[in-house]
């Protein structure tokens, strides 16, 4: 089939609104030689004479009746399709937003985000998704919004980023281990057992790659996908686990936590989202939202993010 030139649409509503075909073409500068030939096509698409002579005017047939308030409720919304989006009402925005994050970031940012959320729209519904791998593919087909992460070189190139906060590793340890007491140092740091977070289940992380610069080496007895998971284990145990410091301020409640004796790795976690939502009025809206609860305090030190999830 030959597709419609939906310009006509425009055309046949000004022909109905004004009822002749001089006043439509005035209405849309044309001439009116040009309207009548428009409406010739009109008729001959919509196989109704639409208009007819009834004494010195033209009047609508049924079909023109009937057509007259969809195609103008047509040309308005493909007019306002077609406009800048236009200020957003926050407080009557009703929609569901699906934000996919690292571990640990609901439980340090996730209810002040639906706080800060609810106080300016009461009707937006958030979805948190666990982020188990890098795949970019739910950005792209629409399925998630947002996504909080570390950047890394095999990101699709057309995503969206903005740095969020930065962070600094730290150690981590049961109370009472015996880290928490005495200088902890590099090499008393190396010599316990370590647990390793990595969704990708490497042997590695970027904590390793400092203690090869100090020629150390640690032992790590398990490997787990996710931050809350390393830091169940320590509460029986005697390992030690390494975590971004803020990221996971959530999750260490009552577990004890030390300044690294060599230089912290440093990793920033960024937004990141499709560029077809780049515009959208109440996708920056929760842009904007996500980085305010981010935000370090007031005369607190950003340390660059931390993710061991990142490898």
């Known amino acids: 089939m030959t597709a419609p030139d939906l310009n006509m649409l425009v ?3 000004a022909l109905l609104a004004e009822g002749s075909v001089a006043g439509a073409a005035r209405r849309l500068r044309l001439s009116p030689s040009a309207m009548s030939r428009a409406l010739a096509r009109l008729r001959e698409a919509t196989g109704d004479p639409l208009l007819v002579r009834a004494g010195r005017g033209l009047v609508p047939t049924p079909r023109a009746l009937d057509l007259r308030d969809r195609v103008r409720l047509l040309v308005q919304e493909a007019e306002a399709a077609l406009r800048p989006a236009e200020n957003l009402d926050i407080g009557r925005l009703a929609r ?5 994050t690292s571990d640990g970031f609901v439980e340090s940012y996730g209810a002040a985000l639906l706080t800060l959320a609810a106080a300016e729209a009461p009707g937006v519904r958030i979805r948190f998704l666990p982020k188990p791998d890098k795949d970019s593919g739910p950005l792209r087909d629409g399925s998630v919004d947002l996504e909080t992460g ?4 095999d990101s699709g190139p057309e995503l969206r980023t903005q740095a969020l906060f930065h962070d600094r590793f730290i150690g981590v340890v049961r109370p009472g281990h015996p880290l928490t007491a005495g200088a902890v140092t590099a090499a008393r740091y190396a010599a316990g057992r370590h647990v390793l977070v990595s969704r990708r289940g490497e042997d590695r992380g970027l904590v390793d790659e400092a203690l090869d610069r ?12 996710g931050f809350a998971a390393a830091l169940a284990l320590l509460r029986g145990t005697d390992l030690i686990v390494s975590v971004p410091e803020r990221h996971t301020e959530g999750l260490r409640a009552g577990l004890h936590s030390f300044a690294l004796p060599f230089t912290a790795p440093e990793v920033t976690v960024s937004l990141i989202w499709h560029p077809r939502l780049d515009a959208d009025p109440a996708h920056r809206w929760l842009r904007g939202c996500v980085r305010k609860v981010c935000a370090p305090p007031s005369g607190h030190y950003a340390w660059p993010v931390a993710a ?4």
């Not at 569901?96 to 996919?100: D, G, S, V």
């Not at 570390?150 to 070189?153: E, I, K, T, Y």
């Not at 100090?214 to 996908?225: D, K, M």
């Not at 061991?308 to 490898?311: D, G, V």
């Open 11 to 13: 055309t046949l509503d």
């Open 96 to 100: 569901t937003f699906t934000l996919r």
């Open 150 to 153: 570390v950047v890394v070189s």
């Open 214 to 225: 100090l020629g150390l080496q640690r032992r790590i007895v398990a490997t787990v996908g």
């Open 308 to 311: 061991l999830e990142s490898r």
